[in-house]
């Protein structure tokens, strides 16, 4: 599986943004499918999770209540619908894939897309 992110940008606090992953390869649907962030000097933190098949669905606190996680398998791609963005969540964007919503590694990893929140 390729994972590619997008639907990065500048947006100012309040804003909104969606970010893309899509997968390449059949086997999309049976991965659960994560979204980590990192801001500059920070170390990589977890957003989001979504299983296979959407019904178990995690968030981070910092981001509880105004992110959503959702997945179309038919299109091989999840979402991550931001609202009310924070300069706090200025980051680079990645999404992985992996067995199970709370796995010891993950299988694949995207590029990463740039998000930027101005105050």
């Known amino acids: 599986v390729q994972l590619q992110a997008s639907g990065g940008g500048l947006v100012q606090a309040g804003g909104s943004l969606r970010l893309s992953c899509a997968a390449s390869g059949r086997t999309f649907s049976n991965y659960a499918m994560s979204w980590f962030r990192q801001a500059p000097g920070k170390e990589r933190e977890f957003v989001s999770v979504?299983?296979?098949?959407?019904?178990?669905?995690y968030f981070a606190d910092s981001v509880k209540g105004r992110f959503t996680i959702s997945r179309d398998n038919a299109k091989n791609t999840v979402y991550l619908q931001m609202n009310s963005l924070k300069p706090e969540d200025t980051a680079v964007y990645y999404c992985?894939?992996?067995?199970?919503?709370?796995?010891?590694?993950?299988?694949?990893w995207g590029q990463g897309t740039l998000v930027t929140v101005s105050s």
């Open positions: 979504i299983s296979w098949t959407g019904g178990t669905i």
């Open positions: 992985a894939a992996s067995i199970g919503v709370a796995p010891a590694e993950y299988d694949y």
